[in-house]
């Protein structure tokens, strides 16, 4: 019996030094298709660490954004692996909440895009690594381009758009001139409208950190807004976001859509897109300036400071984010299906540039970004289409709501102008930024 007992004993004992050696790395992230995919593939990282084992907490964007800014606000320590945005990294790094990573070796540090790599670092410091990157181009129908008689230029302006928008719409055909977003959000309309105020000249806080929207640059990129979806743009454009637009694009409704580069491996895939044979792709349209005139945004890996597991995180992150890792999407799902906008030598394969003829367009928007000098006056501010300090969120909101109503017809430009800058002023006095 007590030879038994201590047989147990020892059993129990070396189990549970076997289960301490294992660690379990909690990743918090987005319910999105390229992250399930590194959900499915994580199974290749365990079996590559038999002593890290991966636990997901897969949640919806807003969610997903709720739970790690409250977790890492609180130092709550509930996740080892966050998945957070561009907006996030530089603040978070910045206030000393993310542990800086480790780039050495194989990684190659120097193989990301500059535009993605420099929205994620301090000081040369990298806080969070890309998993996938993006900005905004223009999407079009050649064929009713080619029928209007016009050949859109690589980059073109806002004024030929408007041009071209009026030459393809055909509203009794069911097909609209342009579609563009308009439901309210810092990261729905706003996103694309600050790419639109920014091309007009404009900017959201002067070097003060006084908000700037009752300015001419915002009402002339505001009034030419939605004069254009007045005149051009589908019915109900106040409730359109991306996967509204993406609807209506696929469905061959819309003739020109501007948004997220992502959205040109969806249109050009026939699976999806009645029109895919005929969409065809150039820059983001500019008007006074070139400069934030498409956008810049990233899903990336980041490890909370106070984790205690930083080196089995560390590992995971650098396999998640490799070339090797984009190696094995491509085995698995064919080259249409790897994380684009992160590497240069993502571009630079072959097989790529054959699976994803918008690679080109795509590359040239994201390099062309500089979230350290989107606006053509001065800003004190980091980001393209937002502006990366933790009040944003809220100005930005409020001022999506403005926009939209003003699109809707419910208020006129100048009121939601007026109303939106008073928001703004609000709440960067209340934070402290000016009397």
């Known amino acids: 019996m007590k030879f038994r ?8 004992l070396l189990g549970a030094g076997f289960a301490h050696a294992n660690t379990e790395l909690v990743i918090a992230t987005v319910n999105n298709g390229h992250m399930i995919e590194m959900q499915k593939l994580g199974k290749v990282f365990e079996t590559a660490n038999p002593d890290i084992k991966l636990k997901w907490v ?7 954004r709720q739970r790690v800014t409250t977790d890492i606000a609180t130092k709550g320590g509930q996740f080892d692996v966050m998945t957070i945005g561009m907006y996030e990294a530089p603040i978070w790094g910045k206030k000393g909440w993310l542990q800086e990573l480790k780039t ?11 535009a ?16 996938y990157g ?3 181009m223009l999407m079009y129908r050649k064929d009713l381009a080619d029928k209007a008689g016009v050949q859109v230029p690589e980059r073109p302006t806002w004024v030929q758009i408007k041009d071209l928008a009026a030459k393809m719409h055909d509203p009794k055909n069911g097909v609209y001139g342009i579609c563009l977003r308009g439901k309210p959000g810092w990261g729905d309309n706003m996103a694309f409208l600050t790419t639109l ?45 991306f996967n509204e637009i993406l609807a209506l694009t696929n469905s061959g409704k819309c003739g020109m859509w501007i948004d997220a580069t992502i959205a040109a491996s969806f249109v050009s895939d026939p699976k999806q897109s009645k029109v895919a044979d005929q969409m065809a792709f150039a820059q983001a349209p500019t ?3 070139p400069k934030g005139a498409n956008w810049l945004w990233s899903w990336n890996l980041a490890i909370p400071a106070g984790s205690k597991k930083v080196d089995a995180a560390q590992k995971f992150i650098t396999w998640a984010t490799s070339k090797d890792y984009v190696q094995l999407v491509a085995k698995t799902n064919g080259w249409a299906n790897v994380p684009t906008g992160t590497r240069k030598s993502t571009y630079a394969s072959p097989e790529f540039q054959k699976a994803a003829r918008f690679a080109a367009a795509e590359k040239v928007a994201i390099d062309s970004a500089n ?14 289409q937002f502006a990366a300090i933790p009040e944003f969120q809220a100005i930005g909101i409020a001022v999506g709501q403005q926009m939209s109503a003003a699109l809707a017809g419910k208020t006129t430009v100048d009121a939601a102008l007026k109303a939106s800058q008073t928001a703004a002023e609000r709440e960067m006095k209340k934070a402290g930024y000016y009397k």
């Open 5 to 12: 007992l201590a047989s147990v004993l020892a059993a129990a």
């Open 58 to 64: 897969t949640l919806e964007e807003g969610v997903l």
């Open 104 to 114: 050495g070796g194989s990684y190659d540090v120097d193989d990301l895009l500059p």
């Open 116 to 131: 993605i790599r420099s929205g994620l670092s301090i000081d040369g410091k990298l806080f969070a690594a890309p998993f």
């Open 134 to 136: 993006e900005s905004s």
């Open 197 to 241: 105020v920014n091309t007009h000249g404009g900017q959201w806080f002067d070097m003060q950190w006084k908000p700037q929207i009752d300015t001419k640059p915002w009402k002339d990129a505001i009034t030419f807004y939605v004069d254009l979806l007045k005149n051009y743009g589908p019915p109900g454009s106040s409730a359109n976001s």
């Open 287 to 289: 008007a006074v300036t």
């Open 371 to 384: 979230p350290t000098d989107s606006t053509l006056p001065k800003s004190p501010y980091v980001g393209v």
